[in-house]
């Protein structure tokens, strides 16, 4: 702060609420609007704008816009280096006239998955199979443990918002979001997100916790199409069977497990009752179902990028304003304000805010309501008391050998066994045939051939199949058909004519197996896997427990045949949701 006077506000005796309303009180509008911005950021000089998205540096968010939320892009080469990077962040957020802390937020950050439009590989922390994997071990007991492991390693670079759970249910087997996702079943997904959230959350939420931003209510699965609404394309969401309500099932267990926060998805709801904009514009959605009728109040943050068209590179990325296409960046603005939403993802601009309350467009109490439920979450979480993270003990938390070992447990328990033909465990000192596999990590487990022809048994390792559409970052998104080609199926089945064959294959989506399932010895699935760790269990050293988290579909007639917003609808599937041999 710039002056050493001291206001009731930073007395950490006095009850929160009291200390909310102190600063509240002492805030102009130009801070308000600023609280109600949730923007992306970067490691790097604090001074200087981020490279990947075109945006100013973190220091004219903070100091012009007075912004003091942020979601961090990119890593970093150690946990100590991101954790200095952020308190470099905060001197400049505590320097100014309240010194009010900087909450910094992620996308999921201990999978696999590299989008930066979902979630970031896991760089130094711990690396655990996507929460489908979590979901095909089905234990809510490894999921608290994740929910713990994380946020102790969140914890220790500064992070204190998680922008995950994703809890859509994956009843549209082509939609490109399923690999965040519990699965397809609403009961699983329902008991993991309560374990999920105690992990992240602590049953007491407080300074030692990390605020859970559950999504994407009320439920993202059900895509036309499955076509994803990031893009123009998908913008509609629709329910064909009438199980809008089945969706939320999920939501209402986060609700009453405590997660603190909300976000909305960006598609737009056909043929219901509700009008057809975007979730984050839906007054019926958002202030009739989740605060009335849900009874939710803490806050509610719209997904990235509602109000703005962006470009990047060459691409142009227009504003997820479905159903509001035709109005003004303003109009959007007031229409997200007006359904019940406290805070504005993706976009930096709080003087078009500020301009809709001098305008009259929006009271200033509307204002205070949402940025009440903003400090409330900075004062419990601590961050007026401990804004820094501890560098010298970071890179003994982020990535030490025992949360490292617990994920690779986890990656392979959640291998799952579709089918095996007395070939699995794999026996030690074997010949072996690799293919999407490093010979160095295989060679561990037996002696690595040339050709299927010199080998005792191969290993294949494929990926469900996707379809590269649009451009830009469209392209990062796997989507369309799941067949495996008929250049592929024909491979597999050659290899296995000359050799035992066991084929892994990753399942971020629910793939088409019918054409390749008969010919190998055995056929397993993972959702995120080293090869050591997939090793570990095909040798049986790790026990593979995983049983499928979605039903696996016979053929893409029977998926484009379905409805997708019913579970289970897709007909005489191949393999069973629940279906996991073991070994």
């Known amino acids: 702060m710039t002056d050493s006077t001291t206001y009731p506000y930073q007395d950490a005796t006095l009850p929160v609420s009291e200390r909310v309303e102190d600063l509240l009180a002492r805030l102009d509008i130009e801070d308000k609007a600023g609280l109600m911005f949730h923007t992306m950021t970067g490691p790097g000089d604090p001074t200087k704008p981020m490279q990947m998205f075109p945006l100013p540096s973190i220091q004219s968010h903070i100091v012009e816009r007075r912004m003091t939320h942020f979601n961090i892009l990119g890593g970093a080469p150690s946990g100590a280096e991101l954790a200095a ?18 909450t910094f937020s992620t996308d999921p950050r201990h999978h696999f998955t590299d989008n930066p439009l979902m979630s970031l590989m896991a760089g130094p922390f711990s690396q655990w199979p996507e929460t489908l994997g979590l979901a095909a071990i089905a234990s809510t007991e490894t999921m608290q443990r994740f929910g713990d492991i994380a946020r102790r390693e969140y914890l220790a670079v500064g992070i204190r918002v998680a922008l995950h759970p994703q809890i859509d249910l994956a009843t549209e087997p082509r939609w490109s979001r399923v690999a965040g996702t ?11 997100v309560e374990a999920y959230i105690y992990g992240f959350q602590g049953t007491e939420f407080g300074a030692d916790s990390v605020s859970t931003m559950t999504k994407h209510f009320p439920g993202g699965g059900a895509q036309k ?11 509609e969401q629709v329910y064909p069977a009438g199980m809008f309500e089945h969706h939320m099932a999920p939501f209402k267990r986060a609700i009453a497990a405590g997660t603190r926060q909300m976000m909305p998805y960006y598609g737009m709801p056909v043929g219901t009752e509700y009008e057809e904009v975007g979730f984050s514009f839906n007054k019926q959605v958002i202030t009739g179902l989740l605060r009335e009728r849900l009874g939710f109040d803490g806050i509610v943050c719209t997904d990235w990028g509602l109000v703005t068209d962006v470009k990047f590179g060459e691409a142009d990325m227009p504003a997820r304003a479905w159903g509001a296409e035709h109005l003004s960046d303003a109009e959007r603005m007031q229409k997200i304000i007006d359904a019940g939403v406290d805070q504005f993802g993706g976009e930096h601009r709080p003087e078009l805010l500020v301009e809709l309350v001098r305008d009259g467009k929006v009271s200033e109490e509307r204002i205070d309501q949402s940025v009440r439920r903003l400090l409330v979450e900075k004062f419990e979480l601590g961050l007026f008391e401990n804004p820094f993270a501890d560098v010298d003990a970071c890179d003994g938390i982020v990535g030490n050998a025992e949360f490292v070992q617990a994920g690779l447990d986890a990656q392979s328990a959640s291998v799952t066994v579709l089918k095996n033909e007395s070939v699995l465990p794999l026996a030690a000192g074997k010949k072996i045939y690799v293919e999407g596999v490093d010979a160095e990590v295989a060679g561990q487990y037996g002696t690595v051939v040339e050709s299927p022809a010199e080998a005792d048994v191969a290993l294949l390792r494929v990926k469900a199949p996707f ?18 080609s008929a250049e592929e199926a024909a491979h597999i089945a050659e290899v296995s004519a000359a050799v035992p064959t066991v084929v892994d294959v990753y399942l971020d989506r629910a793939a088409v197996l019918t054409a390749i399932v008969d010919a190998p010895a055995a056929v397993v699935a993972n959702y995120g896997c080293s090869d050591t760790s997939l090793l570990e269990a095909l040798t049986g050293k790790k026990q593979p427990i995983g049983k499928l988290p979605f039903d696996l579909p016979r053929s893409m007639a029977a998926i484009e045949a379905s409805r997708e917003d019913a579970p289970f609808d897709t007909e005489n599937p191949l393999f069973r949701f629940g279906h996991g041999l073991g070994l």
Request: hydrophobic content about 35%; some cysteine.
């Open 467 to 484: 379809e590269i559409r649009g451009e830009g970052m469209e392209q990062m998104f796997h989507q369309g058909n799941l067949e495996f």
């Open 182 to 192: 519990f699965g397809e079943d609403a009961e699983l997904t329902s008991d993991l």
């Open 225 to 235: 199409d499955g076509t994803d609404p990031h893009f123009q394309t998908g913008r």
């Open 85 to 102: 990077w952020q308190n470099a962040c905060q001197e400049i957020a505590l320097s100014q006239r309240w010194g009010i802390p900087i």
